[in-house]
């Protein structure tokens, strides 16, 4: 194009034709296809939510993959344990007490020749049942009175708080001892109840935190200036943003409460017989360590696991709701 080439539309119209030139120029991006994806990026679009980030970030890990597919097995054989386990675990052999594996029975016999491998899949029963129930309780028992707490202040917040102090000031092993001998009951009812008692603290103060910090924020004050009740906010506004730590704590809390469990059973003072518990399993094994080593390490192992997998599980979760550790 020659350099002395003036466009038509500006010929002998002055500075309206520069003018209708920069319109021009301006309807033509306007005009224009969207932009791909940058190279080796994602599609830009609408921004991903917490949740949605979250729930991003947990995919692409692989712990997360690992505990999450761990504890969905543990669940399924808790619920349905005669899919691997055809056996009863009740059923004795007195002939066969202490014997090692067997074909068909590939984890050995105990002490009254009952098959250790069914009792070990049957444990997980009662294991996931108050590891899941108590967790659930605390949570909701916590939240509500750590979020009323932070929400309201006052004379609530700090009654809350010195009657926390005093649950923080039982000793948990202690506390379930003294708690659960006068207790005959064979369900797994008076081991949850206890775990709720004492757990529902450390997640109330953590609710209360979220809670005081989430108030704070402009979009509440807007919500308040707005003429919003405490309802509404609260359950529109405040929740939904205070509840990822307490989701946090109460993932990792329910490994520990399965561990809980199953200490209180080794004592004496959880689980009692006829239920089947690990807890109990390596209670009554603790005395032939030496002769049948095998009837402690099958029901331990599936112990440890079950709990670092939860653990791992909550490790996983504060990582990927954390915005601190992005």
Sequence with gaps: MPESYVPKEAIGHGDGGT???????????????????????????????????????????????????????LVV???WPQLIATGNPYRADLSKAQEGAAPGHPFGYDTQGRDVYTRVVYGARASITVGTCATAGAALLGSLLGGLAGFFG?????????????FFGIPVLLGGLV?????????????????????????????????????????????RAL???????????????AVAPVIVVATIALGTYIALEATL????????????????DISTASTYIRNAPHMLLWPAGALSITVLAFIMLGDAVRDALDPKLR
């Excluded at 059973?265 to 109990?280: C, F």
């Design 19 to 73: 003018a209708a030139l920069a319109i021009g120029a301006a309807e033509s991006l306007e005009r224009a296809p969207a932009a791909g994806p940058p190279p080796g990026g994602e599609p830009t679009g609408k921004p991903r939510s917490l949740w949605s980030d979250a729930w991003h970030d947990l995919c692409r890990n692989p712990v997360f993959v690992v505990s999450a597919l761990v504890i969905v097995f």
């Design 77 to 79: 054989i808790a619920i």
């Design 154 to 166: 006052g004379w609530w917040d700090t009654l809350l708080s010195r009657l926390a102090d005093i």
């Design 179 to 223: 708690f659960l001998s006068v207790v005959t009951s064979t369900t797994v009812w008076p081991v949850v109840g206890f775990i709720v008692l004492l757990g529902w603290p450390q997640i109330s103060r953590i609710a209360r935190g979220s809670v005081v910090t989430a108030r704070q924020n402009d979009y509440v004050q807007a919500a």
């Design 227 to 241: 003429g919003a009740g405490n309802g509404r906010m609260l359950l529109r506004h405040i929740a939904p943003n």
């Design 265 to 280: 059973s080794y004592l004496g003072a959880g689980l009692k017989p006829p239920t089947v518990s690990w807890g109990i």
